[in-house]
């Protein structure tokens, strides 16, 4: 599977062997990429024999914030991930805290996840990706970092596939979970606990088809599961309405493409199964600053970073009871509204005695109150 985000020309890569495809794909295009507003620092964890490296941006001990994990796509990174959807501004905004993962691979910003049947250096070197995620969030907790009632995870691509995995096998860990442009990669059977799930797709995806099957992109011509069998896993787990609402997104951006949205409500989750189908979009994630070599149309018409943080807050995620001001820049705190300032005193007259209320037949005297 060489599920790339970035993704590089299927000619090219037909000529290179599949455990170094990632890293030659992704070198080329860092260039591109536009400079990240918070600077994220490289850290790492000992998980059995490998050394493995995170991106994050907290260091120092405080109150424990709610914790988004986020998985990158095969072929890149933790810091390439954050600086192509500008998710880490808006989930610190909503008060998160926010870490990017590295997949394992033989190139700095080439990395894959071993998300089952996928994808490249992880999944042929059978690398536990599943206890890498494990040790990373029980360090974030145990460091007084992260709320262990509130950990989130989000995955595009190969990450995506990789964060599906986690629902099915570790769903103790997590309140709500969100993929873009991935499905399913394990059996849909392995998916035995409830989790609220939200997906992002595009209708034409030419890597991971919406329909399932081989996409026209797809080197390893491995079939894919559809969209519907992955989120079908869950709406059965979760207890949810087999028919979904349906509300549609006209395409304001003009850029030829609409949004369907999809919501499976259970009897305690309105948002149990949320499917957002881009309708003319490709492998892609909506609303990112870079698009993606040969991935189709990124639609302008949802901004996915924001999407997925509304989904986490409707789950119990940011900071409680408190309204966030669509107005204000990615990373902007409100500020306290200034103290007024007093006015000068006006001369003042004896007070003049109220006259009593008038009252209607049957309100036995009561003033309104």
Not at 13 to 40: E, F, K, N, T, Y
Not at 161 to 177: D, I
Request: with cysteine; net charge positive.
């Amino acid at each position: 599977m060489t599920n790339r985000f970035p993704s590089c020309p299927p000619d090219r890569a037909r000529r290179v062997r599949r455990g170094l495809l990632a890293a030659l794909c992704a070198l080329p295009l860092l260039a591109s990429l536009p400079a990240q507003a918070v600077d994220l620092s490289l850290k790492t964890i000992r998980v059995g024999n490998l050394s493995r490296a995170y991106f994050s941006e907290r260091n120092a001990v405080g109150e424990a914030q709610p914790l988004i994990v986020a998985l990158h796509a095969s072929g890149s990174s933790g810091s390439l991930m954050a600086r192509a959807t500008g998710l880490t501004e808006i989930a610190e905004a909503a008060g998160y805290m926010i870490v990017y993962p590295n997949g394992t691979g033989l190139a700095i910003d080439a990395r894959t996840w071993n998300s089952g049947g996928c994808c490249g250096y992880a999944q042929m070197h059978k690398v536990d990706d599943v206890a890498f995620l494990r040790a990373l969030i029980d360090k974030l907790v145990k460091d007084g970092l992260a709320d262990p009632q509130r950990i989130y995870l989000v995955g595009v691509s190969n990450g995506g596939m990789m964060a599906y995995r986690m629902a099915a096998e570790a769903p103790e860990l997590f309140k709500a979970v969100a993929v873009v442009s991935a499905v399913l990669d394990v059996p849909p059977e392995s998916v035995k606990a409830a989790m609220p799930l939200l997906h992002i797709h595009g209708s034409d995806d030419p890597f991971i088809p919406f329909l399932g099957g081989i996409g026209k992109q797809e080197v390893s011509q491995l079939p894919r599961l559809s969209v519907a069998r992955s989120i079908e896993a869950f709406v059965k787990a979760d207890g949810a309405n087999a028919r979904p609402t349906v509300t549609d997104i006209p395409d304001t951006a003009n850029d030829g493409t609409t949004i369907r949205q999809y919501t499976y409500a259970s009897k305690s989750d309105p948002q149990a199964v949320v499917l957002y189908e881009v309708k003319g979009g490709g492998h892609a994630w909506p609303g990112g600053v870079v698009p993606i070599v040969n991935g189709g149309k990124s639609s302008q018409n949802l901004d996915a970073s924001r999407t997925v943080i509304n989904f986490f807050n409707a789950h119990g995620g940011g900071r409680q009871n408190e309204q966030v001001d669509d107005n204000l820049p990615p990373g902007a705190t409100p500020l306290p509204a200034p103290p007024a300032t007093p006015a000068s005193p006006l001369p003042t007259k004896p007070p003049v005695p109220a006259a009593p209320a008038p009252t209607r037949p049957g309100m036995k005297g009561l003033a309104p109150g």
